[in-house]
């Protein structure tokens, strides 16, 4: 794939503007059926016996083109998301928690795939910014404190976040949409539906989107191509349904900072990826100084910082991401009769990935091969550390429906067998010039510090009844049995040859839901559930040291939650809306201990907290309140607390967690949106709160509350009879005033104590301007 894709997609959406054509306005409004309100974009969870709401691909329309669907659902009560990016796309920095659990403590499926954990350093899965184009997405589930039974995610401590994707359609359409904005972005989206044609009434649809920008700081780009394929077949009473996805990422990184550094060198300050000299340089003082350990490389250079810099990690050269995947999957949903109805899906997923970080704490040794394999003659005080993925995915999901009148049954599983390959390695720079791209695939290491293959067997099986005891009262309840092993098999580095298990079998859940009448509802819910282990050198447990990872092979508890829930959905005329109350209980609770600078690699120890509390409040709504005019709000409050310290196996104390707030949590969230639709004309301003976030587990270090805007503005030419009949185009501005903030926090990880670089500020304001056309 090549940019010039991009340029020839522009091409054809201008020639396609100039073109006589008539379209209806069904096929050109920014949702899929029609002029969209607010209650169009926000479905609450009604029959639900837990707390659910969804956005449906109206919401993500309103973004600009390109916003992750997790930016989407920030608007959703209990939701918070962080990304230092205007997108919502940029990984390393990120993150969604759902009321307290974080986002390795989620489960997260596309069409019931797992998708893994979505952390940055996935071992088990990718980011959902890969896994489909986000104009592809029709619709987000949020379960906020419990996913069903059946969710495929061996993660969901706590809630479960589902996405769907777009249907091929059943008539020929093809859409076609380009932006430019801020930052020189660019991106072209196409997508042709063939309809249903043959005499199986077979439908298709492919896609393909080119996006491209720099930096919002700093020298650097943030790229990703994808392609999309769908395919429809009825069969009889059922239908076969399947898609191959494949993404390619690349993305250079924002440098993390700490508290200090932002106040000394402002929020602006980035890897200094334009001057490879002065990184040289600062190299080279750093280790004349003593500071990277490594031995001395130019004593010329002195061991004097140039202003403004203080340390060698206030600037590093530069870092990168990049991920290649393909994702794919076969289902089968047959109802033999009307009683009976079964599904069956086969999937697969492969990935390559490459996280460069251009480190001074490790030289370039004499005679270490360059990028084409040939001995660099003139090393440099600096080398490339990478961290390097390939997974190789394979799985099997699988249900029964009995329908029995007053009583529904349902019994499933899921199994998975997923290979992962993690490796630590070095490769070489020239002192003269940095010669390496950051945006290909290095080859030629001149050093492995660690190797590892992983296996990890999945095997989830649930049964589960919904049983209508009246018109208005309805009982669900079931069990899952869950049972995930990791090994490890040492290639190179400590010896971490091993397995560990998690294992529950019996996590049970019960839901009730009583329609007081058609307007109200009630439901509460109660589920226990049960989080694996990471098979992964840097996360979990075997990012210990040899003799730590033995030690917990013994002593460690998968981490487990008890969620209790309850509350009240209900209509009064134009007005509709959720209210939720919570708790819930964690038991053995893992602290990931960051170890060192993040860029030194070193992993994670792991502490064990013990149990943590955690309270809270939902509330949401949206109220039509005239024609064409619609209010939307939500307010979320949580009080999330570790319940005991942290001691060693001898009893000492290592860290007074208790009573401490659970890190990266906010207290307080909130989100207002009014918008406006008349069918042609369209607009929405949206203010989200997010309030203080310790980044600490000892809350001795917090970054304050701060509250963003967006604007989204558009006009669809409609009925017109002319060229631009079928026209649609849309203004985005994030971060309307150009609030200075902090948005994520722990990408460089948590420790007991304050100082850590571990910040990304974000993204300052940013305009967007998109032009889309449908035939």
């Known amino acids: 794939m090549t940019n010039h894709r991009l340029l020839a997609g522009a091409s054809l959406l201008a020639c396609s503007l100039l073109a006589p054509t008539t379209v209806s306005a069904q096929a050109i409004v920014t949702g899929p059926d029609g002029p969209t309100n607010l209650d169009d974009v926000v479905v609450f969870g009604l029959g639900q016996s837990r707390q659910q709401a969804s956005i449906t691909e109206a919401a993500i329309a309103i973004e600009a083109p390109g916003t992750s669907p997790l930016k989407a659902i920030e608007r959703l009560p209990g939701v918070s998301f962080q990304s230092a990016d205007a997108f919502g796309n940029y990984e390393w920095s990120a993150r969604i928690t759902l ?9 997260f499926t ?3 795939l797992p998708l893994g954990d979505m952390s940055y350093g996935a071992h088990n899965g990718l980011h959902i910014s890969r ?6 997405v029709a619709r987000v589930d949020v379960a906020q404190g419990s996913g069903a039974l059946g969710t495929a995610s061996s993660s969901n401590l706590g809630g479960a976040i589902q996405f769907i994707s777009r249907r091929p359609a059943d008539d020929f359409g093809f859409d076609l949409a380009g932006t430019y904005g801020s930052e020189d972005t660019m991106r072209g989206f196409v997508r042709i539906d063939s309809g249903a044609f043959g005499p199986a009434d077979t439908a298709l649809s492919l896609s393909y989107v080119d996006h491209s920008m720099d930096k919002w700081k700093g020298v650097g780009e943030q790229n990703q191509q994808q392609i999309n394929f769908n395919l429809v077949q009825p069969i009889g009473r059922g239908e076969i349904t399947g898609f191959i996805n494949h993404s390619e990422r690349r993305e250079n990184d924002y440098q993390d900072m700490s508290l200090d550094q932002i106040a000394r060198l402002g929020r602006d300050w980035d890897n200094i990826s334009g001057d490879y000299a002065l990184a040289v340089l600062i190299a080279d003082i750093a280790n004349n100084r003593g500071d990277t350990g490594a031995p001395v490389t130019n004593a010329a250079a002195g061991t004097v910082y140039p202003t403004p810099i203080a340390t060698v990690d206030d600037a590093y050269f530069n870092a990168a991401g990049l991920r290649d995947d393909t994702l794919g999957a076969l289902t089968l949903n047959y109802p033999v009769n009307d009683m009976l109805s079964v599904s069956l899906t086969g999937y697969g997923h492969k990935n390559e990935g490459q996280g460069l970080w251009w480190s001074p704490y490790v030289a370039t040794p004499l005679g270490a091969p360059d990028e084409n394999g040939s001995p660099i003659t003139n090393p440099s005080p600096i ?3 990478t961290t390097e993925y390939d997974i190789d995915r394979k799985g099997a999901i699988g249900s029964v429906n009995l329908n029995l009148g007053a009583h529904s049954l349902e019994a499933g599983f899921w199994l998975e067998q997923n290979d992962f390959n993690q490796a630590r390695r070095f490769y070489g720079l020239s002192r003269t010039a940095n010669t390496r791209d950051s945006l290909e695939f290095f080859a ?5 510090q660690w190797e590892y293959d992983f296996e990890t067997e999945t095997s989830l099986f649930y049964i ?8 208005a009262l309805t009982i669900n309840a079931g069990f899952k049995s869950l049972s995930v092993e990791n090994s490890a098999t040492t290639i190179a580095g400590d010896n971490k040859t091993g397995s560990i298990k998690a294992e529950d079998n019996f996590l049970p859940q019960v839901g009730v839901a009583w329609d007081v009448n058609g307007d109200h509802q009630l439901f509460a819910s109660y589920a226990e559930n049960l989080r694996a282990y990471e098979s992964s050198a ?21 981490e487990s939650s008890k969620t209790l829930e309850a509350g009240w959905r209900f209509r009064f005329d134009q007005l509709q809306g959720s209210v939720a109350v919570y708790d819930v209980q964690f038991e053995n609770r893992l602290l990931g201990v960051a170890l060192g600078a993040p860029i030194l690699g070193l992993g994670s120890g792991i502490q064990n907290v013990g149990s943590v509390q955690s309270r809270g409040f939902e509330a949401a709504a949206v109220w039509s309140f005239a024609d064409d005019w619609s209010a939307f709000g939500s307010f979320s409050y949580n009080d999330s607390t570790y319940e005991d310290d942290v001691r060693d196996g001898t009893g000492a104390l290592v860290a007074a967690t208790a009573g401490k707030t659970v890190v990266n949590t906010p207290e307080t969230l909130a989100r207002a949106e009014l918008t406006y639709d008349n069918g042609s004309l369209y607009g929405t301003v949206a203010g989200a709160f997010t309030g203080e976030r310790f980044s600490s587990y000892l809350n001795d270090e917090s970054v304050g509350s701060y509250t963003l805007f967006e604007l989204t503005a558009g006009y669809r030419f409609i009925g017109r009879g002319d060229w631009l009949d079928g026209t649609e185009v849309q203004f985005n501005v994030t971060n309307l005033f150009d609030e200075d903030h902090i948005s994520t926090v722990g990408s460089g990880g948590f420790q007991n104590g304050a100082g850590r670089q571990t910040f990304l500020p974000g993204a300052p304001r940013q305009a ?8």
């Open 99 to 107: 009321r307290s659990f974080n986002q390795n403590q989620l489960g």
């Open 383 to 385: 080398s490339v550390r």
């Open 538 to 558: 840097t996360g979990g447990p075997f990012s210990a040291t040899a003799a730590g990872f033995a030690a917990l092979q013994a002593t460690l508890e998968p």
């Open 444 to 448: 030629h290491p001149f050093f492995t």
């Open 768 to 775: 967007f301007v998109t032009l889309r056309r449908h035939f």
């Open 131 to 136: 896994a489909i184009i986000s104009e592809n």
């Open 464 to 471: 589960q009844d919904s049983w209508s005891v009246t018109e």
């Open 110 to 112: 596309l069409d019931g």
